[in-house]
């Protein structure tokens, strides 16, 4: 019960609160149960972007299921919730394969907006992050990316990298890669 609750949460922010109530157990159980399944494989946590590792570990988390095969997609599903999942999905399949490229992986939200992810090999070296955002849409042509390109502007960050459903492009400080090239 608790694994299926993860996996329709897959991708999202991550309110132990709210599921221990849903699934009438104690926030410290469901903690366990949550590090049971990361040590099992079957899930991964990422955590707000910090320098801080003990900040770190007190804010916002999401999840993401080691595999996006777990979810059953329903056909009978309304257009946009399906295109809505099939957008956490897309997500949940970079993190998996980005968080076998990195070392360290994460996502980083201020006041209400949100890079999908945050990649280093060494935190300490803030030029080599990478910034990498999920729009898994027909087209992000009209897509604004302020946030994304001021925290890049402010790290002096070169370029930054969008996963799209088909398109490709290299602008001035972005690169637009399918999801399906990514390795």
Same mark, same amino acid.
């Given at each position: ?32 149960? #949550? ?6 494989? $079957? &899930? /991964?946590?990422?955590?707000? @972007?910090?320098?801080?590792? *003990? !900040? =770190? ?31 956490? #999905? ?6 998996? $394969? &980005? /968080?076998?490229?990195?070392? @360290?992986?994460?996502?980083? *939200? !201020? =006041? ?33 990316f302020d946030f994304i390109e001021s925290i890049a502007k402010k790290k002096k960050i070169e370029k930054y990298i969008v996963f799209s459903k088909k398109q490709f492009a290299i602008e001035d ?11």
């Open positions: 019960f608790l694994f299926e609750i993860f996996i329709h949460k897959t991708g999202n922010a991550l309110e132990l609160q709210n599921i221990a109530s849903e699934a009438e157990i104690d926030k410290k159980t469901l903690n366990k149960y #949550l590090e049971y399944f990361q040590s099992s494989l $079957l &899930l /991964n946590v990422a955590y707000n @972007y910090t320098k801080s590792f *003990r !900040k =770190r570990h007190r804010q916002l988390k999401k999840i993401y299921v080691a595999s996006a095969n777990f979810y059953f997609l329903e056909k009978k599903l309304d257009a946009v919730i399906r295109a809505q999942i099939i957008g956490h #999905l897309a997500e949940t399949h970079a993190y998996n $394969l &980005l /968080n076998k490229n990195f070392e @360290y992986l994460s996502f980083l *939200r !201020k =006041r209400g907006k949100e890079i999908d992810f945050v990649a280093a090999d060494n935190l300490l070296d803030q030029k080599n992050l990478k910034l990498i955002e999920v729009k898994y849409r027909e087209n992000i042509d009209k897509e604004k400080k972005k690169v637009v890669l399918p999801l399906f090239l990514a390795y």
